[in-house]
């Protein structure tokens, strides 16, 4: 069973480093910046820690800070990034107001997974 988190109001399904890049803020694009981030997905949101020194991969939950921002999933549109970047392995994401993220993984069963979870929370909220 996955983990319950006392400062995490739901469930964590996935957790793990991927290279996030922020591209659009309110329907404005911006211009990309990778990084990597310690990225969550539980209950409804994404939520974004800053890469951590020192993980705690038992629980989810980075072993330092305070989330660095999180994302509602609720009217979200998922896709792969094709012609978004040059990368491989990239997911692009598009929140209803209007952020957009691309997350990107050298692992392809990584990125898989983290796709396959995403879109399942999106429809688990479409149906609500
Ligand atoms: O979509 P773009 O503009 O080709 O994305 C690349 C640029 O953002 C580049 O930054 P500068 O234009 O500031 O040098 C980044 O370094 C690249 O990583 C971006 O492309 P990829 O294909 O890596 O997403």
Redesign the pocket.
Known sequence: ASPRLPDLPHEVERFGLLNK?K?AEGGRKL????GVSWVVLAGNSLIFYKDPKAPVPATGKPGCSRPESSVDLRGAALDW?RD????KN?IHFRTVTGNEF?L?SDDEAEIQGWYQGIRAVIRRLDRE
């Open positions: 890049t591209i211009r990309k910046s990778w990034a978004l970047s040059s990368r990239v691309l990107q």
